[in-house]
C-alpha cells in the first residue's frame, strides 16, 4: 500500500523565513494535496496539485511535484506565525477510486515570532 | 464554500456505552463521506468510506460492528461507537468530497474528541 512521508517530522524557523516540507510516495498518483492541521482542528485543504503539473502557486505557498522521483515539496515564504500547524500531505493513487487519500505523517512546523 | 460540520466536537461517556458522531456538508452535495481517526501527534488513519444510500467500505482492521456508519442522504454521514471501550478514545474526523472537480478535494469536519472512561 502507498504511505506518504514527509520530512522534516518537525521545523522550527524565525518569522520571515521561509519554510520547506518535503513529502514522498509510493505509487502512481492521480493527484497530491497538501493539507494544514492547527492542533486540535480539522484539516484545512491548502493545495492541490495533478500528476502532470510541476510547479503551482498560491499566495504565499509554492508546491512542486516531481513525479520521477516520486516526491512532492510545500514552500511556505515570509512564513508568520500564525502559520503555526501540521501539515500533511495526502495522495490520490491511481490504483484507488473515488478520491481516496493518504496521509503522510506530517510536519510539524513552528514560526516563532 | 465547502463547508463541513461535525457534532458534537467533543463527547466524554462510560465505558459500554454507544455514541454518535455527526457530519454534515452544509454548502454541497457530498456524494462520498470518509471517516478517519487520529492519535496524538499521528497522521489520519482512515476509517471507512460511505456513498450516499450505500454500505460503507471499512479499511482493513476496522471492525464495522463496532464503527456503524451511515450515510443517509447527500449532506449526512453518521458515524457510531457501539460498545465503546477507552482505546476508542482518539480524534475523529470526517470529511466530504462531491462530484466532479470538487471531488477531487476533501473537505474535513472539525473533528470530534472522544473521550471514553
Known amino acids: 500500500s502507498q504511505q506518504g512521508e514527509e520530512d522534516p517530522q518537525a521545523l522550527s524557523i524565525q518569522e520571515g523565513e521561509n519554510a520547506t516540507m518535503n513529502c514522498s510516495y509510493k505509487?502512481?498518483?492521480?493527484?497530491l494535496q497538501w493539507y494544514r492541521q492547527n492542533s486540535g482542528r480539522g484539516l484545512v485543504h491548502l493545495i492541490l496539485?495533478?500528476?502532470?503539473?510541476r510547479e503551482k502557486h498560491s499566495g504565499r505557498l509554492r508546491v512542486t511535484l516531481d513525479t520521477s522521483k516520486k516526491s512532492s515539496s510545500l514552500l511556505i515564504t515570509a512564513s508568520r506565525a500564525a502559520d503555526t500547524a501540521s501539515y500533511f500531505c495526502?495522495?490520490?493513487?491511481?490504483?484507488?477510486?473515488?478520491?481516496?487519500?493518504?496521509f503522510g505523517e506530517g510536519t510539524q512546523l513552528t514560526v516563532n515570532p | 464554500g465547502a463547508v463541513v460540520s461535525q457534532h458534537p466536537s467533543r463527547v466524554i461517556c462510560k465505558s459500554g456505552t454507544s455514541v454518535k458522531i455527526e457530519c454534515r456538508s452544509l454548502?454541497?452535495?457530498?456524494?462520498?463521506m470518509f471517516w478517519y481517526r487520529q492519535f496524538p501527534k499521528k497522521s489520519l488513519m482512515l476509517m471507512a468510506t460511505?456513498?450516499?444510500?450505500?454500505?460503507?467500505?471499512?479499511e482493513q482492521g476496522v471492525e464495522k460492528d463496532k464503527f456503524l456508519i451511515n450515510h443517509a442522504s447527500l449532506t449526512l454521514s453518521t458515524l457510531t461507537v457501539t460498545s465503546a471501550h477507552p482505546e476508542d478514545s482518539s480524534f475523529y474526523i470526517c470529511?466530504?468530497?462531491?462530484?466532479?472537480?470538487?471531488?477531487?478535494?476533501?473537505?474535513f469536519g472539525p473533528g470530534t474528541r472522544l473521550l471514553v472512561l
Open positions: 470529511s466530504a468530497s462531491g462530484s466532479g472537480r470538487i471531488g477531487e478535494t476533501q473537505y
Open positions: 505509487t502512481s498518483i492521480n493527484n
Open positions: 496539485i495533478r500528476s502532470n503539473e
Open positions: 495526502a495522495t490520490d493513487a491511481e490504483e484507488t477510486s473515488g478520491s481516496r487519500l493518504t
Open positions: 454548502d454541497f452535495q457530498a456524494t462520498t
Open positions: 460511505s456513498n450516499e444510500g450505500s454500505k460503507a467500505t471499512y
